[in-house]
């Protein structure tokens, strides 16, 4: 049973271009996030949503929107892909401790 | 500012040999502190963490950190490594400053476990 799951596993795609990644948690988590892992391998956290509601929202370019439809999602939708924007995203979910990872969405902006 | 530091960016270590992962913190107040390991293309996964209690915590895989408050470390340590352990290890502090149980990660550290 995948615990936090994401969809899609890669994503390739051209700029000005607008996309969205998908965020699932089945471990009932009341706080999910979305980090960036830049390709020096640095973790940087975006946002975070508590039972659907903002609580972390870092210093994103505003093209970069979270939307979390119940506490077991959170989807992130970004505007006007730029070259920059190439990464991999994940996704985790806590409760009141350790955070649990999704595998990543590889996104290449080209 | 709450802060994590990994100082070296890459272990080399002969299979069966001791490890250790260096990291320092940090932060006010008392600290909330994480191990996790990340391997190629896939995402972290827990290995320990430190709370509260016993300063030398046991995890997964045969892990284990020494939380040490003079020195503000929490090094991560395997007394036999394994060439399976190669890896991308990250450190983490929990932010004190807010409620919202966020994490601040180290730079990580390369583990390269030569047979």
């Known amino acids: 049973d995948t615990a936090v799951s994401q969809t899609p596993k890669y994503l390739v795609t051209q700029m000005g271009n607008d996309k969205s990644i998908k965020c699932e948690q089945n471990?009932?988590?009341?706080?999910m996030y979305w980090y960036k892992q830049d390709s020096k391998k640095f973790l940087k956290i975006m946002f975070s949503?508590?039972?659907?509601?903002?609580?972390i929202n870092e210093t994103v370019p505003n093209r970069f929107s979270p939307k979390s439809p119940d506490k077991a999602h959170l989807n992130l939708h970004i505007n006007s892909l730029e070259l920059g924007d190439s990464a991999v995203y994940f996704c985790?979910?806590?409760?009141?401790?350790?955070?649990?990872f999704g595998p990543g969405t590889r996104l290449t902006v080209t | 500012a709450q802060s994590v530091a990994q100082p070296e960016d890459q272990v080399n270590v002969a299979e069966g040999n001791p490890l250790t992962v260096k990291c320092t913190y940090s932060?006010?107040?008392?600290?909330?502190l994480f191990w996790y390991v990340q391997y190629p293309n896939r995402g972290l996964q827990f290995l320990l963490k430190?709370?509260?209690?016993?300063?030398l915590v046991k995890g997964s895989y045969g892990f284990e950190a020494e939380f040490n408050k003079s020195q503000t470390s929490f090094h991560l340590k395997k007394p036999s490594a394994l060439v399976s352990d190669s890896a991308l290890y990250f450190c983490?502090?929990?932010?004190?400053?807010?409620?919202?149980?966020?994490?601040?990660f180290g730079q990580g550290t390369t583990l390269q476990v030569k047979p």
């Open positions: 949503y508590n039972n659907k509601e903002l609580i």
């Open positions: 430190y709370i509260t209690g016993d300063n």
């Open positions: 471990l009932g988590h009341d706080t």
């Open positions: 983490a502090v929990r932010d004190t400053g807010s409620n919202t149980g966020k994490l601040i």
């Open positions: 985790a979910s806590s409760q009141r401790g350790e955070q649990y």
């Open positions: 932060v006010s107040g008392n600290p909330y």
